[in-house]
């Protein structure tokens, strides 16, 4: 990774439209993108969720989940899921950047689109960010 890089700022514009294209292509109630710190990046959802605390509880379960995976045989974390009444979060921790995504979905959305995809998303993301 180059020290100019590093420097640059994340391109909003470029990352809202990766996470319209994610959202339209797994028909996902939502799609954020955060840093690990618990700091939202920029989200694409259908509601209005509270992000000061939703985003913080989801990097803090995060957090936990990877210490959970490092004790067990030193293994990396590869995605979180939570099932909440009607719907489901996915959470996938982005190894290059301290950032996450987080996918909100319903028995609609087709995950299996976007994990065919993941990398070529997040390769994308990383671009931008």
Known sequence: MSENKIQNSPNYQKLSKIL????KEGNFLGVILSYLDGR?????????????ELIPMIA??????????KTIGDRSLQKIIAQIEDISIMIFKNNEYKVF???IIDEF???DSFLEKMNVYFDRINDNC
């Open 20 to 23: 319209e294209e994610i959202k």
């Open 40 to 52: 939202l990046l920029i989200k694409e959802t259908k509601e209005d969720y509270n992000y000061k």
């Open 60 to 69: 803090s379960v995060l957090k936990s989940a990877d210490g959970l995976g």
């Open 101 to 103: 995504l987080t996918l």
């Open 109 to 111: 959305s087709r995950v």
